[in-house]
């Protein structure tokens, strides 16, 4: 069964040091449905599992093996240039280490050694706060660099000669030219302060080093984090109560503006009367016009035409086939609600409102406030079974909602809501005639009028899944005692180290046997409704409009025939350099988005980056044969190229920047949404894994992921592979080529975390809505500096950083307890999906064995495996390492746990560590850096233990996972 049905059942009773370890170790464990059929094994003793444990020990040598003999295999100019970046990136991460320190110790601890040094001593680390063993570790990679500086100049020189050969511009000469003058001027300078530091390594030259490194830093500028923003994260529920005046509804459609809404009367629809409407009453050309929300597209206008063009049909369709989503605002066109089936109150009316005047009937969108009994709302909401959770997940998703109270009890719920006002054929038939074959409205226009249509206010009827829990229930206690045979648990220090994984595996196993046993009992053809339970809408068909709105109206609002911009959900996405200077700037209504490929890229800046870069690239074959992957350059000299970025959607560039960055250089980059509870203001999330040169597909979950969504991409990917393999490249462009791959990685991504979410909150009795988020899939752009300069930039794999996950979630009971637990689960879910959705798409079979393989293919290596938080931390325990749950009680006992137990790792993880500990979260971390496939690190997760919301974090990769192999430069 799937994680939350497992883990429930025992969670309360694990130890909590011990807590979100096994859970998150464990994931890959916790199946789906599908996968239940599996044969479980025999139980794992301490003594194959310690064997296990070497195994996993001398993988890692080899990973580590296998980056060694790749650097070696490079010429000597290339090993030594590299590895004084290495240790140059080394000094600077050990002084920012120590500058951290400094900055948290007492005042009267900090030993300032100088005047010079307290006047600085906020800016630059102190040899106080640094240990001895630190001090004469960067006294070693000091002399390094020293010792190859010349061998690194001379190499850097040499390649002036090879530009020569390449025939490049005089411009590219040029750039070469100076950037051979900075480098040589920088690593002059630091040769001066590393004299000073043998001469005395005192405060003052410590300081000079540190603000050295701070002009030309060696690595990854830092970025602050702001530890209240968790990147996945439920939205905070409404506050505002609901308008109950027109003037209140005016204040909440158009703030600060004057704004003409819709009115009947004058202007021509293109409906034919031969008696006019009364005054007042004629529909306006508004009311038949396309928006972004009300988009008339080919299928729209097809199912128009499939539903006779007709209201009460339509009405009917509409109300029996949408399901109706607890969230507030326009976020989906109605070609979007038309492909998911399901929507807000506003986006069903956009729906509606688009199959109308596909049919050439007037509709407008009708704002209001009104009461709705709380046994129905309770309904409403996905089958809660306290008024108080229904209550909740409506402010949870941005409507304004309050609860009247009589006697003590909720009777019902006030709430802000948006239904459609239609144009029709009226007397006699009330909707249900059409007037002629070509227009539905009479044109004796007395005889039409406006009728209130609600198709998103309905009931569900639940049908029951299988009471698993009961019929089979999962025996806490020898899981636990199975997961820790063998184990040793320090509650003091909060470490966990050899958790039997694989007793714990085959006990999980057994117990998803016993699982698939008892369902084929039931129902051998059991379809994942039938064991999870599922929602069904109950069925109305009406002959005739009834005229009114099925709820109690408290106060209308006004008309339009467009969604206001103050409700109108929107995307932002901005780039920026380090400084903070704005490199690119994107904005959009959702509704224009959903479905749509949108692509972060950078293209030449000059013809003189453009013709550079085409010297590196493969000539086409003589013979017409295409060009392969091994053929494309691994590397390629960042110093000389200029970038400029662009976003395109579709193909089309929708932003440009203005200014050139040069390759490799870092850049930051800020999304985000508007807020549910009010799309006046932004909820966004800052992203640290931009690189100029990459190409980035920005996935945009806008209250879901479609099918029809991913049909239409693959169908396209299909057609441009076809197009490939026939060697046609007519109006194909690198974008279209990549970018259709990226965003099919990032799409999937987000359709099997929905898929997760749809199989795990019935049975963990929680009602869950995707509501608006973000990820990003980067082609790694991989820069190697030299003092500061982008030396050659590599292209190791791909990194997807899901930073923006905000999912509309809360207990069908109003126990925030489970609310908690099952974010947690989720969380862990997810992380897992970072490594398995790019190993999904990027491994091929035909060229490496898979990690699920039971029969691989003999000569072919293993394919590379994904990394992610939970993957890694899974790794570490593997081999053995201790796996650090620090909470709140833990971090108190051992404030110095961050320097003392993790000093192994770099200071970027030391550091969010640090951070999210100061916050008061909860952290989960591996003893150790790991290596696999390339990618050297760690992998932690950051939990608000008061809500479950968490960061699940990779080591230079952000939220997410990375995927890739060791090229030729041992990148």
């Known amino acids: 069964m799937h994680s939350h049905n497992t883990l429930t059942p025992w969670h309360p009773w694990l130890r909590p040091i011990a807590r979100l370890s096994i859970g998150a170790l464990l994931c890959h464990a916790l199946l789906p449905l599908s996968a239940l059929a599996q044969h479980g094994a025999a139980p794992i003793s301490p003594t194959d599992q310690a064997q296990i444990q070497r195994l996993a020990q001398w993988q890692q040598r080899i990973e580590q093996a296998k980056i060694t003999r790749a650097r070696a295999a490079q010429p000597m100019g290339s090993r030594v240039s590299e590895r004084t970046s290495r240790n140059l990136s080394r000094v600077h991460e050990l002084l920012k280490g120590i500058k951290a320190r400094t900055e948290r110790a007492p005042a009267g601890m900090k030993d300032l050694g100088s005047t010079m040094a307290a006047k600085t001593a906020k800016a630059a680390p102190t040899t106080g706060q640094a240990d001895p063993a630190e001090l004469e570790q960067i006294g070693a990679l000091l002399g390094a660099i020293d010792a190859d500086t010349d061998t690194v100049l001379a190499d850097f020189a040499a390649q002036r000669q ?91 459609l158009h703030p600060g503006q004057a704004v003409k809404l819709a009115q009947a009367g004058g202007g021509s629809t293109g409906i034919e009367f031969r008696i006019p409407p009364e005054p007042g009453l004629a529909p306006r050309p508004e009311d038949l016009a396309e928006t972004p929300e009300v988009t008339l597209t080919p299928d729209i206008r097809a199912k128009a035409l499939e539903l006779k063009n007709n209201p009460v049909v339509i009405h009917n369709w509409v109300r029996n086939h949408i399901e109706w989503v607890p969230t507030w605002g326009a976020i989906q066109s109605a070609q979007d609600t038309l492909d998911k089936r399901r929507g807000n ?47 909740q997940l409506m402010n949870r998703g941005g409507i304004a909602a309050r ?91 909060g470490w966990v180290q050899n958790l039997n994984q694989a007793a714990a595996r085959s006990h999980l196993e057994q117990y998803q046997n016993r699982l698939k046993t008892y369902i084929d009992s039931q129902k051998p053809d059991a379809s994942v409704a039938d064991v999870i339970g599922k929602k069904i809408i109950a069925q109305t068909v009406h002959s005739v409009l009834a005229g009114v709105t099925p709820l109690a109206i408290v106060q209308t609002g006004q008309q339009a025939a467009a969604v206001p911009d103050s409700l109108q959900h929107k995307f932002s996405y901005t780039l920026s350099d380090r400084w903070g200077n704005e490199l690119l700037s994107y904005r959009q209504a959702t509704s224009r988005l959903a479905g749509k490929r949108l692509t972060l890229s950078y293209e030449p800046a000059d013809q003189a980056t453009s013709d550079l870069i085409a010297s590196y690239l493969p000539k086409p074959h003589a013979d017409g044969s295409p060009i392969q992957p091994s053929e494309l350059p691994g590397s390629l000299p960042g110093y000389l190229i200029r970038l400029k970025p662009r976003i395109t959607l579709d193909g089309q560039v929708v932003a440009q920047g203005g200014s050139a960055v040069t390759m490799g250089t870092d850049l930051q980059g800020q999304g985000g949404f508007t807020r549910l509870d009010d799309p006046t203001q932004w909820d966004l999330t800052p992203d640290a894994s931009h690189t100029a040169g990459q190409v980035t597909a920005i996935g945009i979950s806008a209250g879901g992921v479609s099918t029809a969504q991913l049909e239409r991409l693959k169908a396209r990917l299909e057609q441009t592979r076809n197009q490939l393999q026939a060697n046609d490249t007519t109006r194909l462009t690198g974008e279209q080529i990549s970018g259709q791959l990226l965003a099919a990685t990032i799409w ?90 790019p190993e999904r798409f990027f491994n091929d079979p035909a060229t490496c064995n898979l990690q699920e393989t039971t029969t691989p293919t003999a000569g072919l290596p293993a394919c590379p495996q994904g990394i992610s938080a939970v993957r890694a ?28 137990e993790l000093s192994a790792h770099s200071y970027e993880t030391k550091s969010r560590i640090q951070q999210a500990l100061d916050a008061g979260y909860e952290v989960t971390i591996h003893e150790r850096p790991i290596t696999q496939s390339g990618w050297t690190g760690a992998g932690f997760v950051t939990i608000d233990p008061n809500t479950g919301a968490g960061s699940y974090t990779i080591e230079g990769g952000g939220n997410g996972g990375f995927w890739g192999s060791i090229n030729a430069n041992g990148h």
């Not at 406030?369 to 008024?387: F, I, K």
């Not at 019929?471 to 003091?492: C, F, K, N, R, S």
């Open 403 to 493: 609860a009247l109270v009589q006697g003590g009890t909720i009777q019902s719920i006030r709430f802000e809501h948006v239904w459609v006002q239609a144009y029709v054929n009226w007397s006699p038939g009330r909707g249900h005639h059409n007037a002629s074959a070509t227009q539905h409205v009479n044109p004796n226009g007395p005889l039409n009028a406006w009728v209130a249509l609600d198709a998103s206010v309905k009931q569900y009827r639940y049908a029951a899944g299988m009471d698993l829990q009961t019929a089979v229930p999962l025996h806490a206690q020898a899981l636990l005692d199975a997961a820790q045979t063998g184990a040793t648990i320090d509650e003091q220090q």
């Open 748 to 837: 999937s991504w987000f359709a099997a975390a929905e898929s997760h979410s749809r199989l795990s909150q019935n049975p963990a009795e929680i009602v869950e809505n995707p509501g608006l988020s973000y990820g990003l899939l980067h082609t790694v752009a991989e820069p190697v500096l030299s003092w500061g300069v982008v030396r050659k930039v590599t292209f190791p794999g791909v990194n997807l950083d899901i930073g923006h996950i905000r999912n509309i979630t809360w207990t069908k009971d109003n126990d925030p307890a489970k609310w908690i637990v099952y974010n947690r689960l989720r969380g862990q879910h997810m992380s897992a999906l970072e490594h398995a959705i």
């Open 345 to 391: 109150a506003v986006d069903i009316a956009s729906l509606q409102i688009a199959l109308l005047r596909a049919a050439g009937i007037p509709a407008r969108y009708q704002w209001g406030t009104v009461d709705m009994p709380a046994a129905q709302a309770m309904n409403w909401v996905g089958n809660a079974s306290n008024p108080r959770a229904a209550l």
């Open 162 to 252: 090879a530009l020569q050969t390449q025939q490049v511009s005089a411009e590219i000469l040029a750039r070469h030219d100076q950037t051979q003058g900075e480098l040589k001027q920088r690593a002059n300078e630091l040769r001066g302060i590393i004299g000073q530091w043998r001469q005395a390594r005192s405060a003052a030259v410590l300081g000079a080093l540190y603000a050295y490194f701070e002009r030309y830093p060696a690595a990854r500028v830092d970025n602050p984090v702001d530890p209240a923003k968790l990147p996945w994260s439920n939205p905070p529920p409404n506050q505002r109560l609901p308008a109950e005046s027109r003037a209140a509804w005016w204040r909440n």
């Open 873 to 900: 931390l899974g790794i570490a325990a593997t081999q053995g390492q201790r796996i650090y749950t620090i909470t709140q009680r833990v971090y108190n006992d051992n404030p110095g746990i961050v320097n003392n």
